[in-house]
């Protein structure tokens, strides 16, 4: 008995020293983890950290990612939690019926639940409209949005329960497809031709522990979008073809990366997945399109199955509008550091490439640049930046999602609210030139004993309390700000001058309608270009009255200008004015 307790214990013993000689010996081959993972530095040992105990708080997490047998210990844990309890341990990844695994957002793109609202699309395709009507018109280059498949709109019977309940519409995509046949915009819904496909497509088109199209659904897509191409630009590019077709059991690409950052001990249980084997024809006499994609993981698939380098001509592809592919294979290269205009107009077509789970942030600001470096005579819209600054932030946006989801708010106002608040923070000129008065207001409605003071101001002068509030708060304006107070002040007077006038107003609109923006920013795009000329010829005249000064305290060159003006039969103050004219356009030189 004494001996059988004995080998137990040196057997305890010895697996708790296994760990240890792992990580000294590496007796056993453990592949690495799946996933993004950051391993925590070793702490410097310092008297102060070891005494507040912080040397100790950062050693251990340092020590547990690097302990012998960490990766085979996650996977035997995450292995019980998700054989037993259905529960799994990867970032966004949940499980739906019969298994399948989806990705949370491309659920929440489908339930409309992160639907950014109807102005802020309507502003976003008209900037895709105008930039894809001047790139056309001016250079002869196809931008095209290209929505891609979504694994949750393809297959929503196999989404978690509950999920169907909390849909609602419109949704980004529903929305914007009917928006953009409405305002006759280029695009390819491969979205909907993959649905059309679900019943009658001989393989699968998505696979079960995958969130991507399928190798075989990419094929299809691919072939697609190269004869959409072919008919925009009526040419003939190279072939590329199916020439077999290997069913497999051993999972390729992404038909298994929802899976893999589960990080389990065994494969899940699959059937077998179809993969083309793909082949190209002759180049000659074909036409090669220069061709640039800006887009988002699915991309991978058909850049990755070398089908551009084939068909397309100085291909690029800007992935999610940051990193430039394939020169980051050599050494990483950012789209922040081109120059896009140059990089855009060196181009025959430009797809805009998305699916669904990322239409909230849609082409990642790629559009927005180009709008703003083909309209440089048009004033930023500083509020709209901000907007788009929080829908590029995920985890901001996402808490936003989950607040207005549970407290049932409207998102697009949300965001409109924490844009606001952010454009006053870090721009309060910015912002009062845009909203004047609007900011002293709010200052005024959050301050309980100014309000109490108004209140009562209101009833002993009989005026309602917002007219009241609205006089204390242009005051405010006027007293810290008299230049930008007087500059909204004129802005105001130049758009309630257009509003108030039909034919200049439809004069207006009619102009602004090529920039595609919304009459009230057309307004006061409008105000803006006047108020600057008007300023402009103030200055005009402020300085040629400085140069006719000059010249008047000068004798000798007023009697010059009295000769000059006899001889050309003019006053002498009519050649004054002139030459004071000339003087200033020769001092701009």
């Known amino acids: 008995m004494r001996t059988a307790k004995k080998i137990a214990l040196f057997f305890i013993i010895a697996l708790l020293f296994i760990p240890l000689l792992q990580n000294r010996l590496h007796m056993f081959r453990i592949p690495p983890l799946n996933g993004d993972f950051v391993l925590p530095e070793k702490p410097a040992l310092e008297k102060a950290g070891w005494l507040s105990g912080d040397f100790q708080a950062k050693y251990d997490p340092y020590l547990e990612q690097r302990l012998g047998l960490h990766n085979l210990l996650v996977r035997i844990n995450n292995q019980i939690d998700y054989s037993l309890f259905k529960k799994v341990h990867a970032e966004g990844v949940v499980i739906g019926k019969n298994n399948v695994l989806h990705e949370r957002?491309?659920?929440?793109?489908?339930?409309?639940?992160?639907?950014?609202?109807?102005?802020?699309?309507?502003?976003?395709?008209?900037?895709?409209?105008?930039?894809?009507?001047?790139?056309?018109?001016?250079?002869?280059?196809?931008?095209?949005?290209?929505?891609?498949?979504?694994?949750?709109?393809?297959?929503?019977?196999?989404?978690?329960?509950?999920?169907?309940?909390?849909?609602?519409?419109?949704?980004?995509?529903?929305?914007?497809?009917?928006?953009?046949?409405?305002?006759?915009?280029?695009?390819?819904?491969?979205?909907?031709?993959?649905?059309?496909?679900?019943?009658?497509?001989?393989?699968?088109?998505?696979?079960?522990?995958?969130?991507?199209?399928?190798?075989?659904?990419?094929?299809?897509?691919?072939?697609?979008?190269?004869?959409?191409?072919?008919?925009?630009?009526?040419?003939?590019?190279?072939?590329?073809?199916?020439?077999?077709?290997?069913?497999?059991?051993?999972?390729?690409?992404?038909?298994?990366?929802?899976?893999?950052?589960?990080?389990?001990?065994?494969?899940?249980?699959?059937?077998?997945?179809?993969?083309?084997?793909?082949?190209?024809?002759?180049?000659?006499?074909?036409?090669?399109?220069?061709?640039?994609?800006?887009?988002?993981?699915?991309?991978?698939?058909?850049?990755?199955?070398?089908?551009?380098d084939h068909c397309f001509n100085n291909h690029s592809f800007w992935y999610f509008n940051a990193l430039v592919y394939p020169d980051s294979y050599y050494d990483s290269t950012f789209v922040a550091d081109l120059d896009i205009k140059k990089e855009v107009e060196k181009r025959d077509v430009i797809l805009v490439m998305t699916t669904e789970r990322f239409l909230f942030k849609y082409d990642w600001g790629f559009t927005d640049a180009l709008f703003e470096a083909y309209t440089p005579d048009l004033e930023p819209d500083l509020q709209y930046r901000y907007e788009n600054n929080i829908r590029l932030n995920m985890d901001f946006f996402d808490d936003l999602v989950a607040r207005t989801s549970n407290q049932h708010e409207n998102l697009e106002e949300v965001i409109h609210q924490e844009a606001d608040f952010l454009f006053k923070k870090n721009d309060l000129e910015g912002y009062l030139k845009r909203k004047g008065p609007d900011y002293y207001k709010s200052v005024i409605v959050n301050d309980t004993a100014w309000m109490r003071a108004l209140v009562t101001q209101a009833a002993d002068s009989s005026l309602p309390l917002e007219e009241v509030v609205t006089r204390n708060a242009e005051f405010m304006f006027w007293k810290q700000y008299p230049g930008l107070h007087s500059q909204w002040k004129s802005l105001q007077d130049i758009k309630q001058a257009i509003e108030s006038d039909t034919s200049l107003l439809a004069s207006v609109t009619g102009h602004y309608s090529a920039y595609c923006l919304p009459m009230e920013e057309a307004i006061f795009q409008e105000a803006c270009r006047r108020y600057s000329i008007s300023k402009d010829e103030m200055v005009r005249a402020r300085e040629i009255d400085r140069i006719i000064r000059t010249i008047r305290n000068d004798p000798k060159w007023m009697k010059a200008i009295a000769d000059k003006a006899g001889k050309l039969n003019r006053t002498a103050e009519e050649q004054l004015r002139l030459d004071a004219m000339w003087m200033l356009e020769k001092q701009k030189k």
């Open 105 to 308: 957002d491309y659920i929440r793109a489908w339930t409309g639940e992160d639907f950014i609202g109807e102005k802020t699309w309507d502003k976003k395709l008209g900037r895709l409209k105008f930039v894809q009507d001047h790139l056309k018109r001016t250079y002869g280059i196809d931008l095209v949005l290209i929505l891609e498949p979504s694994k949750a709109r393809f297959s929503p019977e196999t989404l978690p329960e509950g999920s169907a309940e909390r849909k609602k519409e419109p949704c980004n995509y529903t929305y914007i497809v009917e928006k953009l046949k409405e305002m006759n915009i280029r695009f390819l819904d491969l979205n909907a031709y993959y649905l059309a496909l679900k019943d009658t497509s001989r393989y699968d088109l998505y696979p079960k522990y995958g969130v991507h199209w399928s190798v075989y659904g990419m094929t299809l897509m691919a072939d697609t979008l190269i004869r959409y191409i072919e008919h925009l630009r009526q040419v003939d590019i190279p072939d590329f073809h199916i020439s077999d077709i290997i069913v497999s059991d051993s999972l390729r690409d992404t038909d298994y990366d929802a899976a893999k950052p589960l990080n389990l001990l065994f494969e899940l249980p699959h059937g077998p997945m179809a993969y083309p084997v793909i082949g190209f024809g002759d180049q000659e006499g074909k036409t090669r399109p220069d061709v640039l994609v800006e887009g988002d993981s699915y991309y991978w698939n058909i850049f990755n199955a070398r089908i551009p």
